[in-house]
Every structure is written in structure tokens, then in C-alpha cells.
């Protein structure tokens, strides 16, 4: 008996197929029939070809796992896998399952084995003094919750170790990361090391300097900020270790600026993810710790695959933030407003938010000016409204958001930048304007930013004129969800990996088998098995054929390290096996 799949004719009295195949490699099967989406080839000459290499290659497959563990996991065995993918027998997938844990398996080890090289690099030791942290808590009231103290902890050991930090920090918007990084920071400046915060843009490096000036000058250190290639006048003063904490862009790594002493690096990473090279910082001497910063939480597979070489601090949410979110149209802005108009005659303040265009600010100061006008009349009259734009000048931007903190102001118009200014507890409300023009990620940090006091937060969602259906969609997604670990998996199903990495979406693994999104918990378990046996055989001596696959699948990827490692193994192995002979040989001898 033969089993054929084609497209029936539409007469009852007989079965006719039009361009019929036989189902699976030999006439037998389930009648499912894999489809390729290779554009210009037929899926059943793919098909047909797939069939004749897996008959040429039937029983000289080479299985590169250890058989432990395709037994402990209860995989398929390699060649019945490839059999499986390709002709399944069933709905179950098995086969493809089987070889997306291979593919994310080897990516792991690869890259467990390429960590525990560069892991070893000499670093700068930063002894715990608590000095600076002291006069920081008591001045300026800095606290870190539970969960925050816990990862201060990691970073605190790191610093004293003499290996240089690569770490992660991570977790829900307002879990005091960069009160972290700002501690951590104090650590350094306090064992006479520089330190250097890398943002992505001059505009965003302008607003972290411009909330941290106070704090570092009130323990006696005058933080510099270069937004900029720096000029010869800032190479030198950095050189001479006058600057010892410094804000700058990525131009600062670019420029290849000679420090006295630079202790740290914390890159700040929001919208693109991967911009830090670990091995890009290397310079003579001993290597600055690294810590990169994340405003909120990104897919799990990007931390597993283009973070993989970091250590991973997470900082629980022990406080969470009660903020509801709700959706209004253009229409129905004055009712919008009426949340402001209650939050502000309790005594609150609140924000709105306009999106930001690719030029810069969408809203000049003038035209927010006159839009503050229009809202103070059209809808919240007698509320003091400022507004916080790029265009204005630092102290102007600055003296407006001291009124609103010191609640001189009920309302801060402002744009999306507003995000990286410290939160305040007594801004309720948020107001985001046009929102179906922003990503998932961006209106989640916006939501983060109000709510982390007493009183729950309000979200306020006012759409365009005429927004599309997927971003209603978008909208109605962050309405019903609050944990940002999920909404980053759904941004990046979304957005995709190109739009999350930027420019470094070149560098992103490339898989074959897998989906990391939908294969999530394969992941996680490939990871830890991966990461078992790097532990167990660091020398890449006793896997030597899972090696050789690694470098097959993922040698280009891993890069010269990798090989460096690998070649590394290969000549251990060789020089133990020629030890061996020599003691079996001298033992007869005697």
C-alpha cells in the first residue's frame, strides 16, 4: 500500500489527485508534508531531493551528542530526527524538536567554553569601601530594596575580584538598577579608578549627567559629560585622571582615549540591545569592569544568546508597580483629561507624554508652550503646567523639572525623554500622547514611571486620528498585560531581532531548526546542560566530538576565539595522550 497527497478533484464519482507525491520517503506516512518557503524552488522538488540525501545517508549519520544525554532527554536518535523533520509521522514534531535542542545545545556550549576564556582576563581588584556609599545613603537617601541589596551583593564581588566583571543587570521598570550602577560606581572612584557611562545617544547622555551632577558633587566628585567625540582637551584631562567619572556615547569607546585608570564601563542600553563588545574595551593593562544596563526587561533569548557570555543579575520586582493602563481615542481626550483634572485636585501631580520623531522632539518649546496653553484652558484650568523639551538649554531643563519635583508644577508636558529622569512618588498620572506610535517597550517604561508610591498609577493611552489595526492591537496587549518579561517576548515577536539588535543584528545567531521565542523552555534546558558539561570538562577534552560540532554549526559565529580555545584543546589533548604513552612505556620498561 502507497500513500499520495495532491489536491482532489471536485467530482464525486471518482478520486482524482493533480500533482500527486508520494507521502514521506518511500510511499508511507502521515500525509503531512513540510513546507519550505524557499522562494522560486517548488516545496515538492525540495521535498524529493530531501528524500534521496536521506537514503544516500541512511546509517552513516554521526551522532555529535553523547549518548547520556540523548538518553537523559529522550531524543530521537540524529538520523531518524532529520527522517522525522522532513516526512513527520505525526503532529508531534519530534524531530524538529530534536535537532532545535541540538542547534541551541551547541550554541551554548560554544559559547560556555569561549566564556571561560575571556572570564579569565585580569581585571582591577575595588576593595568594599564604604566610604562614599555611606555619605550617598545618608545625603541623598539612597536605598536599594531586598532583591537590589542581593544583586549589589554579586556586582560588590565581582569589583573585588582581580578578573574583570561582564555582567547583565536586568529587571521590571523602578528596581533601582541604576541606583545599583551609582553605587557601584562609588566603589571604584573610592579605590582611585575611573568610571565611564556609556549611553546611546548625546541627548541621553546630556539627562543621565544632568540627574547625577548633584549626587556625585555631593560627595565631593565633579562628574564630566561628553556627548561627543571628545576633543583634545578632554582626552588630556581624562588621561591626567582628573575626570574620574565621566558621561559619554559610544563615541568615547570609538575614540580609543587613554585613561590613568579606568576601573568601570556601564553601558545603558534601551532601545537596542548588544552595542557592548566585551572584548572591544580591552586596552593595555588590566581590563575595566563591565556592567550593562537594561531600563527593562528583554526577551530571554537575547540574554541567552547575544548576552550569553554575561553574568546575569535580575533584579526582583519586591516592590510591584500598580498601574492600570486604559485606551482612549481621539475623540474622547477631554474624558482622558478628566483623570488629570481629579489626580491634580487631590493634591498629585501627572505627566504627558508626546513620542519623539526620528529629527528629535516632535514639539518645539514654543509649540509646546502654546499646547500647554490650550490644555490649561480647554481642560485643567487653574493647573500649573511646565514644560521639559530637548530644545530648551540644560538649566532650563533642569530648573523646570526641580519645580515639578518640588511640586511648584502639577503638570510636566514633556516628550518621552522623560523616562530616564528619576521617578517621582507623587506623580500618579501619565498621559501618552499618539500612543499607537510607540513600541510595546517604550509604553511600558512610560507606565513604569508613575505608580512606585502610595498611590496606584494611571496610564492614559490617547491614540491618533486614525490608527491602524495593529496598533490597536499593540495597545489592547499592554492593557491586559503588566509583567515585562512577557510584553519584551511579544515585542520582539513584533519588532523582530533586526529592530531589537540595530546594528548589530548582523551578529545575531542565525538559526536553522530553532525559533528561541517559541522554543523557550528548550532553550533554558539546553542552556543548563550545555553550561553542566563546559563545567564538568573545561578543556574541551572528553566531548571532542560535540566540539567539532560546535565549530561546524557555530565556529563562524563563536569567531577567533572559539577557534583559539578549540586549537588550545586539540593541542592539551594531544600533549596528555603523549604523557600517557610515556608513563605506559617507562612503567614496562621498569
Known sequence: ELAFVGAPSEDDEQWTL????????????????PSYGIEGVEDATLRNLAGEALMRLQGRVREPLPQKLVDNHKLMRLDEALRDAHFPNNNARRGRSRLAFEELLLLQAGIGWRARSRNRERGISHKAIHGLIGELSVQRQLRLSDSAERVFSEIRRDLNSGHAMVRLL??????????IALLASAIVIENKSQVLFVLPDAESAERRFLFSDGLFRSVGHAPALVPGTPNRGQIDAIARGECQVVFGTHAMLDAKVKWKKLGLVVVEERNEYGTADPAALVAEGPNPDLLVITDTPIPSSLTLTVFGEYQVSTVANDYPVRCTASVYEQSQRLDAYAEVRAAVDEGRQAYVVFPVGEAGDLLSPDQALQYASGLQAEALEGARIGVYCSAMSRDDRLRVFEDFRHRRLDVLVSTTHIEEAPPLTNAVVVVVEHADHHELARLHRLRGHVGQGDEPGQCILVMSENPSEDAKTRLGQLVAERDGY????????????????GDAAEEAPNFFWADPVLDHQQLLSARDEAFRIVKAD???????SMVDAVGKRWGQWLGTDFEAVQADSRRNAGEGNNKRKGRRRRRRRR
Open 170 to 179: 536586568q529587571g521590571e521598570v523602578g528596581t533601582d538598577k541604576h541606583t
Open 486 to 501: 512577557k510584553i519584551a517576548e511579544m515585542d520582539l515577536k513584533e519588532r523582530g531581532w533586526s529592530a531589537l539588535l
Open 538 to 544: 573545561p578543556g574541551m577534552r572528553r566531548h571532542r
Open 18 to 33: 493533480f500533482e500527486a507525491e508520494p507521502v514521506g520517503m518511500d510511499g508511507r506516512g502521515s500525509g503531512l508534508t
